[in-house]
């Protein structure tokens, strides 16, 4: 908040349903072949299905900051998606590449299908006249009950009514009183004092806890220069392994597999210099696969986020939350402001951490940071390396920790999807800036 200087923090986590059943999830032997590399469970039940889904907890999420901060009416903030779901999806050579790498799995899911894969084939891109629109099922009129009677619906409302019963259909443990239980709840942000800065983080399962680590930790290293160099790299390397060896031993969570995941992250500025930094998933690529036949809503996997192995600190148990890889945040220095998150998994917290000592340390501008080349250690023995890193440093890296080098390209995805904005104080300029290689990361500014 601009004018106060107040930084909050709403949690809008997903829970596991109350009618979950640990022992529904058993092992199998092998690792999973998705976002996160936990052992496999029998039908990769965990990941795909019905017995995969959370409690969602986004929209709630989006109410209470409405309630708090909106201005205009929820019908229309509503308004721009009912439209593009009225309209369909447009599908260009990206949404094709997406749909193609699902299909094996939306194809298990007559629903999913339905709406994703006519013929039984992922859907090919027009290459003359107007571009091919995917029909989204009955999305447009769930988003026509969402403006109709706001966040409400989809936990005590016609929206639950619809949700609660296609997921008993399905053999899905979410029940209505899951969705009548659920509440977004709001907190102070995670204050991390770092130099002359101060960075802004989300408290409780979400990485702001690790961020903080990692930030006091680089905080005894010398990185204030012009640019990043082998000792910086190095700096990021120590710390985030550091970090993430501790919360592997103390809160259990799995090191990422190289699957594309369904995470969205934004962050805006307004007019009077009021931040948002937002980051919102599905987790996996497709979520759970299964579109919800009433709804047409796409539903999370968000059981996945547990350790599917019994007495872990994260284990699958009834009624709790997962940890959390998002980690939105906002930042303030003596003339800067930032709102900064990605996506990608466990991937974001190394991009969120290089990217603020890029703009902290180095002083750089936004368009700077996003170009600099950047490491990725995220629980693996080996740092990921950008061959856009320079050769000495990459040599330095490999000597002190081993590590791969790697392109920076769109799929698969090696390094995160950042997207930042950032507030000049001195020149009451605005500036926003998303990742440089991905085909739907974007930047917009309104007069």
Known sequence: DRATGEVESIDAGMIAPAALDPAAYP??????????????VVEDRNVLGPLSFAVPGHLAGLGLAHERQGRMTFAELVGPARQLAKDGLEIDWYAALLVGTAARDLRRFPSSAEVWLADGLPPTPAVAGEPLKLPLGRLAETLDLLAEEGPKTLYTGGLAELVAADAAALG?????????????????????????????????????????????????WSLASDSPGRDAYLAF????????????????????????????????????????????????????????????????????????RPGRPNSIAPGV?????????????ATRRLALGASGGRRILPAVLQLLSFILDNHMSLEEAFAEPRIDVSGDELVTMSR??????????????????VRAEVYPMRFACPVAVLHDLLLDDRYGTAEVIHPWADAVAVQ
Not at 276 to 302: I, K, Y
Not at 323 to 329: A, D, E, G, K
Request: aromatic fraction near 6%; charge should be negative.
């Open 27 to 40: 092992l199998v032997g092998g690792t999973a072949g998705d976002l996160f590399a936990w052992p496999a």
């Open 321 to 333: 939350r997962p940890l959390s890889n998002m980690c939105p945040v906002i930042a303030t220095d």
């Open 388 to 405: 856009d890193l320079d050769e000495e440093v990459r040599a330095a890296l490999a000597e002190a920790h081993g590590a791969t080098t």
């Open 172 to 220: 899905s443990p979410l029940a209505a009183a899951d969705l009548a239980a659920y509440r977004a709840s709001v907190a102070p942000a995670l204050r991390i004092p770092y130099g002359e800065a101060e960075v802004f983080g989300m408290p409780g399962l979400f990485a702001g806890s690790t961020l903080r680590r990692c930030l006091e930790a680089l905080a005894g």
């Open 237 to 308: 390397a120590e710390v985030l392994k550091g970090a993430y060896a501790k919360r592997l031993a103390e809160d259990g969570h799995a090191s990422d597999g190289p699957a594309p995941s369904c995470t969205s992250h934004l962050s805006v500025i307004d007019a009077e210099g009021n931040m948002v930094a937002l980051t919102q998933t599905l987790l996996s690529l497709f979520g759970s696969r299964v579109v919800l036949p009433s709804t047409g809503m796409l539903m999370n996997n968000g059981v996945m986020w547990f350790d599917p």
